[in-house]
């Protein structure tokens, strides 16, 4: 039915925590997979996936580390089902919160993206501040209707995805894309949680400044569609 995809790099601590409350929460849901793509990690990450005794479990393995937006990008290529669901691998998304996500996508034929609003975010100052400031600047230009567009957890329609130019950090502008190329979005506030273990692996003020010329990318992508 659908296929949860979750791009990893040094999450030692926080994949079986992650995955028990995915089993928990989708103890109704037969028909899933979750893809991890490890993304080269340097730590215990590849042999706990591995010591995972779940057939609902598969494992892509980076060459060498690729990023966020490449491992998704991988994922979704080689998951089996036509929804996807993305979450983060550190913890801080909720995985609670996806069959009200999934739900509002299967009930709503007319939405192809059903996205999740982190509205009391747990990070850092410095963080909350750069990610406020490029979420206004790409508001503003791409008119995607979504106040929180770094918001992992989505669920979409993979093949609409994958129609999509492929560019490093197209994980951050799904919104836009699906809205841009025709297809209607919806947007629920969920849980935002304060990571357990280890530190994240994006930097904030190097994020904002790409994400800008990424909004100009995007926006003539988008553009060049509508041609």
Known sequence: MFSIVIPIFNEAENIKLLVDEIEATLYNFENYEIVFVNDCSTDNTLTIINSFKN???KLLSNIKNEGQSYSMHKGIEASIHDIIITIDGDGQNNPSDIPM?????LENIEYKLVGGIRKKRQDSFLKKISSKIANKIRSNILKDNCPDTGCSLKVFDKYIFLEF???DGIHRFLPALFLGFGHKTNFMDVDHR???YGISK????NRLFKGISDIIKVRKIINKNKI
């Open 202 to 205: 994006y930097g904030t003020m």
């Open 101 to 105: 996500l999934l739900n509002n996508y």
């Open 194 to 196: 304060k990571r357990k």
């Open 165 to 167: 130019p492929y560019f």
């Open 55 to 57: 057939n609902k479990i």
